[in-house]
């Protein structure tokens, strides 16, 4: 298949035609990738049961891993869900348009082939203008994953879309790189207290402002084998890069100390070292990449494509730092501490 591409800016939107065009190919069942907030998005119609197959096809996914359903205003969720409890009507008062994403039980015409057999359904409705627009246009719920290929990093340009998905997609928009650069938080709501199953943007501390009482998923954080998260799309090793990674925790200082000793060991140019704006200049041997500047709050938006650098780099050991202190670290390190296969040294109290 040969990958179209169109673009949408801030300052110009879309060309008229070219998104009537992207509008027209998801409505009649093809799949255009397309820029969120957060990350790339793999668009097809989330109510037709062919369109979620070839999502699942394109990505190489597991079709047991659910979907998320993309919507443009309020009022379309009420066709796709059973009901909206008064927690997530506050919720959506609160985030929506933006980075969250809720966990509803399903309406009928929600196929089990997008919400991947379960009885419950994610929605989120982002706040990028050009993704809201789009979903508009095209008229019905847009399922939309990550735009990258399985156990790839989440794209962040329309760059690592094309690395990932050119060929295996009729239409790629490009807008530039996205603002957060990590996921939507997803919230269940079909419990009793809502659960956070994939921090994000959106933090626990946010929601509690809002609903009082919310849980973290304890299978985020338990090494137990029996304690399984319960986002299905968290329990594989995803957004890895291909070298093993090792993430030191502890002041920065002996973080790099400790970096420097063990990067010599190996040859240079098989070594990466993911670091920040800040702390790049005291490693003098490696591969360094930086994920952004700390100070400018700027590590969540690089992470994934400092992750894709080292596939490029073919380095076969990533030692990083951690970014335990920084803002939304909660998500930074959920997704640092993934891609690292949840292999940590502690050099606290060393
Ligand atoms: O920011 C985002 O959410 C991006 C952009 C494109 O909107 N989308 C995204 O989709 O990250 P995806 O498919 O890569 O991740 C969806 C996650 C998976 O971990 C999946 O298992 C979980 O949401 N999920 C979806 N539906 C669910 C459900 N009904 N119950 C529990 N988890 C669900
Ligand atoms: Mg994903």
């Known amino acids: 298949m040969k990958t179209e591409y169109i673009s949408w800016s801030r300052e110009k939107g ?22 969120t907030e957060t990350v790339y998005g793999l668009g097809g119609n989330g109510l037709l049961r062919e369109a979620s197959l ?37 919720l959506i008062q609160a985030f929506w348009p933006g980075p969250m994403t809720l966990i ?32 508009a246009s095209a008229g019905v719920p847009i399922a939309a994953p990550s735009a990258n290929r399985s156990g790839r990093p989440s794209p962040t340009t329309a ?13 790629i928009i490009d807008g ?21 199953l994939r921090p994000g943007y959106i933090t626990k501390d946010m929601i509690a402002e809002v609903i009082d009482e919310v849980t973290m998923d304890p299978g985020l954080t338990e090494e137990k ?29 002996e973080v790099i100390e400790e970096i420097n000793k063990r990067a010599s060991q190996y040859p240079a140019e098989q070594v990466g070292i993911l670091a ?14 930086t994920a952004g500047s700390r100070k400018g709050h700027t590590i969540g938006r690089g992470l994934y494509g400092a992750l894709r650098r080292f596939d490029q780099l073919g380095v076969e050991v990533i030692f990083s730092e ?29």
């Open 14 to 35: 879309y060309e008229e035609r070219e998104l009537l065009r992207a509008a027209n190919i998801l409505r009649k069942g093809g799949l255009a990738a397309f820029p």
């Open 54 to 90: 070839k999502i699942y096809e394109a990505k190489g996914r597991p079709s047991d891993n659910p979907l998320i359903l993309h919507i443009s205003k309020r009022e379309e969720l009420d066709s796709i869900v059973k009901a909206v409890s008064e927690k997530a009507e506050a």
């Open 104 to 135: 509803f039980e399903k309406s009928e015409c929600v196929p089990y082939e997008t919400t991947g057999g379960l009885d419950t359904v994610a929605v989120r409705m982002p706040a990028h203008e050009g993704a809201r627009q789009l979903i």
């Open 159 to 171: 760059e690592h879309v094309r690395e990932d998905l050119d060929g295996r997609v009729d239409l």
């Open 176 to 196: 530039g790189s996205v603002g957060i650069g990590l996921e939507s938080t997803i919230i269940d709501l079909t419990a009793e207290t809502p659960v956070i």
């Open 225 to 253: 084998p029996d304690i399984r998260p319960k986002a299905p799309g968290m329990k594989y090793r995803h957004y890895a890069p291909k070298a093993q990674m090792t993430v030191f925790e502890g002041k920065i200082e």
């Open 276 to 289: 920040s704006e800040e702390t790049k200049q005291y490693y003098s041997y490696g591969q360094v990449v």
């Open 322 to 350: 951690n970014f335990s202190e920084e803002e939304k670290s909660e998500a930074i390190m959920n997704r640092l501490l993934k891609a690292a296969g949840q292999h940590v040294v502690s050099l606290e109290g060393k």
